[in-house]
């Protein structure tokens, strides 16, 4: 890397040089910290002083509460990632459960006694129009919960006196 000596930075400063030269020192400024240093130091107490009253009032006020917004924005968006990571975690987990149970028949035996179910339902919780019946609700929970304990034990559906 090629470095610019002292003469060459004071004519930048100065603006004493032509265009093309001057975004090449620029550029430059931007890749060698040496030269930075070596530039920077150019600068006097009286230069910063007046920089610094060209300087808005509340400048460093107004760049901090800036900051303070892009790292706010840069959360929120790192959340929503997350969020659509997860996401599409739940959405393999439910599609890979849904395989298991494919491939495990358990779908097919629901499909297949199924009408069985209902009509065993039905037969039990027959209803005459003039009575009503408050327990119905809690007497098909009883019974899909033998169900499906016949099920996990047995492997079917049905009565535990069947098999």
């Not at 840069?74 to 739940?90: D, F, G």
């Not at 491939?103 to 009408?115: D, I, K």
Request: aromatic fraction near 10%; proline fraction near 2%.
């Amino acid at each position: 890397m090629k470095h610019f000596d002292r003469s060459a930075w004071l004519l930048y400063k100065q603006g004493s040089i032509k265009k093309e030269k001057s975004e090449q020192l620029e550029q430059h400024l931007y890749e060698c910290e040496e030269c930075q240093e070596a530039f920077l130091s150019l600068i006097d107490e009286t230069q910063i002083a007046a920089a610094g009253k060209m300087l808005p009032e509340d400048f460093t006020g107004r760049v901090m509460h800036d900051l303070a917004e892009e790292k706010s924005a840069a959360r929120s968006k790192q959340r929503m990632s997350e969020k659509k990571k997860n996401l599409i975690i739940y959405y393999v987990a439910a599609a890979s459960i849904t395989i298991v149970f494919v491939a495990g028949g358990l779908f097919r035996s629901l499909v297949y006694t199924g009408p069985q179910v209902l009509a065993s339902l039905n037969s039990q919780l027959s209803i005459t129009s003039s009575q009503t019946d408050y327990k119905w609700p809690g007497r098909i929970v009883d019974k899909v919960a033998k169900m499906i304990n016949n099920y996990e034990v047995y492997g079917r559906f049905g009565n535990e006196e069947e098999k």
